[in-house]
């Protein structure tokens, strides 16, 4: 059994326990199920925007704990204030160490920001989860889900007014899952075998994408000089949660990589002090 096959069959348990512990009634009843979502989309290709999906994770499979003392408000309104164009919450508790209520906080405390409930969304309850908490994109993953349920899942956030990004990693997954319900194809370029990183994968990948689609580059993503690159290769935005969460002071972490971008590429994108 993978990782990703024992996150998946823990997920299901997880996702029983949760809909018998919280009935959709309830979730339907919470003051974000009502809200209007903001478009992640729109906020990765607005002319001024740094393109940044900014990630709050304490740990991974991989890696272990990454940090686990940072604040999610702290963090979150630091990301934005840095230049963020989204922010990721993970909501996975035993592999990632995410709760809901970390979205939650930083729903609250960034109410003018998309936010990414990053998770392995297997069943539509999910989605009614992720609204009620705040979130205005959701993740599908094409490694665990069938082109169906990938189908299915995309119109079921849309009906509820959230975007859909799907993650790939390889050309048969974006062949057998990109749907045109979907808003946004993210390339991860972790194998998740060997859990190597590497951006040829999204090099190999982007042309194969539509441009109907907003184009993100995931994982790997260290330094302004690859970010050009996948920039100049037709990528809309760049997901990097670990190169900040492993700092002391993660926001400060993404400012500095901003600076760099913006000290390489004037042209792109605007101060965000002004």
Same mark, same amino acid.
């Given at each position: ?5 024992e ?9 029983? #326990? ?21 478009? &992640? ?27 686990? #003392? ?5 963090? &979150? ?9 989204? /922010? ?16 939650? !906080?930083?729903?609250? !405390?960034?109410?003018? &920001?998309?936010?990414?409930?990053? =998770?392995?969304v297997i =069943?539509?309850?999910?989605? %009614? ?26 119109? #079921?956030?849309?009906? +509820?007014?959230?975007?859909?990004? %799907? ?6 997954? %974006?062949?057998?899952?990109? &749907? ?12 998740l ?9 999204? /090099?190999? %990948?982007?042309? #194969? ?14 330094? !302004?000089?690859?970010?050009?690159? +996948? ?7 760049? +997901? ?15 400012q500095? +990589? ?9 042209t ?7």
């Amino acid at each position: 059994m993978t990782i990703l096959d024992e996150i998946i069959a823990q997920k299901r348990i997880e996702v029983a #326990q949760r809909r018998e512990l919280t009935p959709v009634s309830e979730l339907e009843q919470m003051p974000n199920f009502k809200r209007m979502c903001l478009s &992640t989309r729109d906020a990765v290709q607005e002319f001024r925007s740094t393109g940044i999906i900014a990630e709050f994770k304490r740990k991974s499979p991989s890696k272990g704990i990454i940090n686990a #003392q940072a604040d999610v408000t702290e963090t &979150t309104q630091g990301y934005v204030r840095a230049g963020a164009a989204v /922010l990721s919450i993970l909501t996975d508790e035993p592999f990632f160490g995410g709760t809901p209520a970390d979205l939650q !906080a930083a729903r609250l !405390a960034n109410p003018e &920001t998309p936010i990414l409930r990053k =998770d392995f969304v297997i =069943d539509r309850y999910q989605l %009614l989860e992720a609204k009620a908490w705040g979130a205005d994109v959701i993740l599908l993953i094409a490694a665990c889900l069938t082109p169906e349920e990938v189908n299915e899942l995309s119109m #079921q956030a849309h009906d +509820l007014s959230m975007q859909v990004l %799907l993650e790939v990693h390889d050309e048969d997954e %974006l062949n057998r899952c990109l &749907t045109h319900n979907v808003d946004l194809v993210g390339v991860n370029n972790r194998n998740l075998k060997t859990f190597k990183t590497d951006i040829e994968t999204s /090099l190999r %990948l982007i042309e #194969q994408i539509p441009d109907t689609f907003a184009k993100i580059t995931e994982s790997g993503l260290t330094d !302004a000089a690859t970010m050009i690159t +996948l920039f100049k290769a037709g990528f809309d935005g760049f +997901l990097i949660g670990e190169a900040f969460m492993k700092t002391a002071d993660p926001a400060a972490a993404l400012q500095a +990589l901003v600076t760099d971008f913006q000290s390489r590429m004037p042209t792109f994108i605007n101060s965000f002090s002004s």
